[in-house]
């Protein structure tokens, strides 16, 4: 069973900068597609970025201002996110389409809680 792990979650006021990190751990997997996710109170979880062989994807809402990385030695996805925002706040959610044998599934974190202050 992989697991995904996040963590750099946390306080910050606007127009400041936070790194959230994701590590994919387990045996005998690859990864096939990693990303970012989040759900504020009372809303829908929307995407946030995404990558996938070296293409990135991002809502429009943080273009510009965070950046999807990945580290495939490490099996760690980040996501910088700078000039942040009060409507940024919400629980983070890494996302990953994992390949184990013939099968492909996907598999989600247990979130992390980001808050940006006015």
């Known amino acids: 069973q992989v697991q995904l792990v996040e963590s750099g979650g946390g306080l910050v006021q606007a127009g400041g900068s936070l790194r959230l990190s994701c590590l994919a751990s387990?045996?005998?997997?690859?990864?096939?597609?990693m990303g970012w996710y989040r759900q504020a109170p009372g809303k829908q979880r929307e995407l946030v970025a995404t990558?996938?062989?070296?293409?990135?994807n991002y809502a429009d809402s943080v273009k510009g201002r965070f950046t999807i990385s990945r580290d495939n030695a490490k099996n760690t996805v980040y996501l910088q996110m700078n000039s942040l925002k009060p409507e940024d706040t919400a629980v983070y959610y890494c996302?990953?389409?994992?390949?184990?044998?013939?099968?492909?599934?996907?598999?989600w974190g247990q979130g992390t809680q980001v808050t940006v202050s006015s």
């Open positions: 387990g045996s005998d997997f690859s990864i096939n597609a």
């Open positions: 990558t996938s062989g070296g293409t990135t």
């Open positions: 996302n990953a389409n994992l390949q184990k044998g013939p099968w492909s599934y996907v598999s």
